[in-house]
């Protein structure tokens, strides 16, 4: 039916959903519409979602061929109880040209309602993101070491100025959560280190072994192309902005004519 979409849970790292490649029907759900606009990557549409009738082929391989953006990268962010660097008359925003995480800046202040605990952010390029995903992969709380030390390096301070105890027993750290879904933090319950890695993200990064021999750039026409009743936002899919929530704003402000035209379209046949 071309008014019904099947909606099926997607399992991911310690959900109790139904997964995805269960095929049992009891897990599918109907919806019926008139129309469906789909905002995710273009990417992970063609890897998550089966079309029927299929997508024509020349936007299929585009979808494709559309780079996810971010999914190479991955982001740090590291909370203290105190903003040390303010104090020190230090600037928040450093490049480190040796470690995994190449620009830091100050996310939040931790002051004035400037974000629960002073904060500083780091991104991480595609060259880090593997350095930090073997480290991970040895130890997930090894993460908080490297970071420690790149900050400690980067500033030229020991942990003491970033209000650790002199000299203390080492304290346990404790992990939660994974670097490719909801994100890894690593705390000692004094500094928490949370990473995300869209690099390892299902969801960023989604590959099913289907090879396109070019690249599509980003808001390329054939993105942007309607498949009644299927359209197709999404930042991606943005001729300016793309990968931003600017993109995000774009892309809705192309898509939502598009479908106010079409369901209007639909009235007058009806």
């Not at 790149?150 to 750290?173: C, F, T, W």
């Not at 939660?176 to 869209?198: C, E, F, M, P, R």
């Not at 026409?221 to 943005?238: K, R, Y």
């Not at 774009?250 to 369901?263: G, K, N, S």
Request: glycine share 8%.
């Amino acid at each position: 039916d071309k008014n019904e979409v099947k909606v099926k849970c997607i399992k991911t790292a310690g959900s109790s959903s139904s997964s995805s490649n269960n095929n049992n029907d009891d897990d599918v759900s109907i919806i019926k519409c008139q129309a469906v606009i789909l905002a995710a990557p273009p990417k992970v549409l063609t890897n998550t979602i089966t079309f029927l009738p299929n997508l024509p082929k020349q936007k299929f391989e585009s979808m494709i061929a559309t780079p996810t953006w971010m999914e190479e990268y991955g982001k740090v962010a590291v909370s203290f109880t105190t903003n040390w660097w303010r104090q020190q008359r230090m600037s928040g925003i450093s490049i480190d040209q040796v470690g995994a995480v190449a620009t830091w800046w100050e996310a939040c202040s931790g002051s004035e309602g400037d974000g629960n605990l002073p904060t500083l952010a780091g991104f991480v390029t595609g060259q880090g993101a593997t350095v930090l995903s073997n480290i991970v992969c040895d130890d997930s709380c090894s993460l908080f070491d490297y970071i420690i030390e790149s900050l400690k390096r980067v500033y030229g301070i020991d942990e003491h100025a970033m209000g650790m105890q002199k000299n203390p027993a080492k304290a346990e750290l404790k992990a939660k959560g994974t670097v490719g879904q909801d994100g890894l933090a690593v705390t000692n319950g004094v500094i928490t280190v949370s990473y995300k890695s869209w690099k390892e993200d299902d969801l960023t990064n989604s590959k099913d072994g289907t090879v396109v021999d070019f690249t599509c750039d980003y808001g390329d026409a054939d993105l942007q192309s309607i498949v009644e009743p299927l359209f197709f936002a999404g930042t991606e899919t943005a001729a300016g902005a793309h990968g931003h929530m600017e993109g995000a704003v774009v892309a809705a402000e192309r898509t939502a004519p598009e479908v106010i035209e079409y369901l209007s379209n639909c009235k007058k046949l009806s």
